[in-house]
């Protein structure tokens, strides 16, 4: 089998990958699944004295598959017992703070018997990250696999063969020279096509987002196993990342926010002008040619398939894997391993891996299955050449070091005083304004001294005729930059009415005439209304003014519908104008998830 599972190292966990953990405890799957899975389970079939039930933690991505086999699975008996398999939905990181925390059932639900991450490397942090006695609850040894998802490069099909694809072998040193080139595409016949754009999730929160990380250091170092911290600190295999980090649209949770954005910009016939490549799993590109950028079953033929086609390119220099593997926690009694054994024989069944192939999963050997065609964008007997996760120690100096090298954020927060701010978020005893203003401090700590944030608040005539009313500009922090802010953000106190239709405008406007070429420029809009500013722009101009116009540098707004008022459907608007992203924070106690993952964008 394919194996992506980094070489262990016994010890304490490292500091800076405990920090990391933390923060991935507030920001995987809040956006689309979240760790208070909403499963509807299906009624026990085992009633009797000797009935059993085997609880699993899964991915969220594999998750409908699983329960679909755990389905037909319960019911049977194994070892005397009659066996119903209970599959929930967690994301990754959640799940592996939570193990690594030792599951507490009021909060985390249901304390799992099997475990089943996106990829090995999750086992691996919770072997370094795990607290007290948690740390033996993962037994020794390289867990099997249930299905595979390389790394790739989706790359829109004409710029993947201007550069010579498929014939070509193309690699992270390709994406490093044409992202630093000042010809950009016209270096290829294509100056319509402006700069290469990249799309990458944050490292330190995603699979794809690290495992994308990971690839481009190896190629920095050239090598393909054993990355060693010396070759981290090279300055050429740092200038090397630079340049990569450099073409960079945005980071972000989730590669369903490129995706998405990049369906809809095909819609508009603009999917040339969006992103030149985004890093995600084989499977996710194979949902979205299939119209279906989600790889949710319930939404195939909803959309067709987009008009300009991704393709996968396998980076020549090295890729790394997602392998899926099936855990069975050491805490799970004899009973419940010898039927989580059992029931794992039944997953890699041909029967249950025909159903992982039609998500466009690869099987628990890592064979493309029939959704794997180029039809699909795949090239199923390309050879590939799969990298090794570094050590912890090193992966800890690697992830710092990109915290070094990232592209640095150029970002105006505008914040909502409307008085309906002022009302309690319900069971928290606390305002809807105190609970945004703690979460946009507590969300200062992923900012670093080099990134440039200013602040706005907004309401109806807070600055004369202005219904916006700036606090700070946008300016780099330094060393006393966030206690401003958060200082700043401390005194916001609530107002009148919502002005937001000429507030957006004002800022994306603001930051448009503040644009630095070197940094991701955006702005963070959080509001718990409507537009209430009857004198205001209406929304069809406002979305038709937030349009960037051709290739030019993008402003990209990302909005945050707080409350149960908030307009999610204008919000979203708003945001996909701009190829930015809107995030619910309907239930307000979850804004400090929400707020921290929507910085994790820069």
């Given amino acids: 089998m394919i194996n992506s599972q980094p070489t262990r190292r016994r010890g304490k966990a490292l500091p800076f990958l405990a920090a990391i953990v933390v923060a991935i405890a507030l920001i995987i799957g809040i956006r689309y699944w979240t760790s208070g899975s909403s499963d509807d389970a299906d009624a026990p079939k085992c009633t009797g004295a000797d009935a059993v039930a085997l609880t699993i933690a899964s991915s969220p991505e594999k998750a409908g598959v699983v329960q679909e086999a755990a389905k037909a699975y319960s019911g049977r008996s194994v070892g005397g017992h009659c066996v119903d398999v209970v599959v929930k939905s967690k994301s990754s990181g959640v799940a592996m703070q939570a193990l690594a925390n030792g599951w507490n059932e009021a909060t985390d639900g249901p304390r799992p018997d099997v475990w089943t991450p996106a990829a090995s490397g999750w086992v691996n942090l919770l072997r370094v990250n795990a607290k007290g006695d948690t740390g033996s609850i993962v037994p020794d040894g390289d867990p099997q696999s249930v299905a595979n ?13 201007a550069l010579g694809w498929p014939g070509k072998a193309i690699g992270w040193t390709d994406l490093a020279a044409l992202a630093t080139d000042p010809a950009g595409w016209a270096k290829y016949g294509h100056p319509e096509w402006g700069k290469f754009r990249l799309g990458k999730t944050n490292p330190n929160i995603s699979t794809s987002g690290l495992n994308a990380t990971i690839g481009a250091y190896y190629a920095a170092t050239g090598t393909s196993s054993d990355l060693t911290e010396a070759a981290l600190a090279k300055p050429e295999a740092r200038q090397f990342v630079t340049n990569i980090e450099q073409a960079i649209v945005h980071y972000g ?4 926010t490129f995706l998405t954005n990049l369906q809809k910009a095909d819609d508009n016939g603009t999917a040339l002008s969006y992103i030149s490549a985004v890093t995600v799993e084989e499977n996710s590109l194979i949902g979205y040619n299939q119209g279906n950028p989600t790889n949710d ?10 008009k300009v086609p991704l393709v996968a390119i396998y980076p020549g220099d090295g ?7 099936f855990v069975t926690l050491n805490w799970a009694d004899p009973t419940r391993k010898q039927i989580a054994a059992d029931f794992l024989g039944y997953l890699r069944q041909d029967e249950t891996q025909a159903k992982f192939a039609a998500l466009g999963f690869r099987s628990f050997d890592g064979k493309p299955g029939p959704q794997a065609t180029p039809a699909n964008g795949v090239q199923p007997d390309t050879k590939i050449s799969f990298l090794r996760p570094p050590a912890p120690t090193v992966l800890s100096k690697l992830l710092a070091s990109w915290t070094d090298l990232r592209k640095k954020a150029n970002v105006l927060l505008v914040v909502d005083v409307s008085g309906s701010m002022s009302a309690e978020a319900k069971g928290t005893g606390k305002s809807k304004i105190d609970l945004a203003k703690q979460a946009a401090i507590d969300s200062l700590g992923q900012f670093v001294p080099r990134d440039q ?18 606090l700070l500009p946008v300016q780099a922090l330094g060393t006393s930059g966030k206690e401003t802010l958060a200082t700043r953000l401390s005194g916001l106190t609530p107002h009148s009415g919502t002005g937001l239709y000429d507030s957006s405008l004002a800022a994306y406007e603001y930051m448009n005439a503040h644009l630095d070429p070197t940094a991701i420029n955006a702005v963070v809009v959080l509001t718990d209304g409507r537009n209430e500013d009857s004198g205001s722009i209406d929304l069809p101009h406002l979305v038709a003014e937030l349009r960037p116009e051709g290739n030019a540098e993008a402003v990209r707004l990302f909005t945050i519908a707080y409350g149960a008022d908030a307009d999610q459907d204008v919000l979203k608007q708003i945001a996909e104008a701009t190829g930015g992203s809107e995030y619910d924070s309907s239930k307000p106690d979850s804004i400090n998830q929400v707020f921290t993952s929507v910085i994790s964008n820069f």
């Fill in 149 to 161: 998802a390389p790394l790739v490069v989706a790359m829109p099909k004409p710029m993947a063969e």
């Fill in 253 to 256: 949770d989730n590669t369903l």
């Fill in 297 to 306: 079953p319930a939404k195939v033929g909803q959309h067709g398939p987009p």
């Fill in 319 to 325: 890729t790394l894997n997602s392998d899926h593997p």
């Fill in 453 to 470: 944030v200013g602040l706005w608040q907004f309401s109806t005539k807070l600055d004369g005729d202005k219904d916006y009313q700036e």
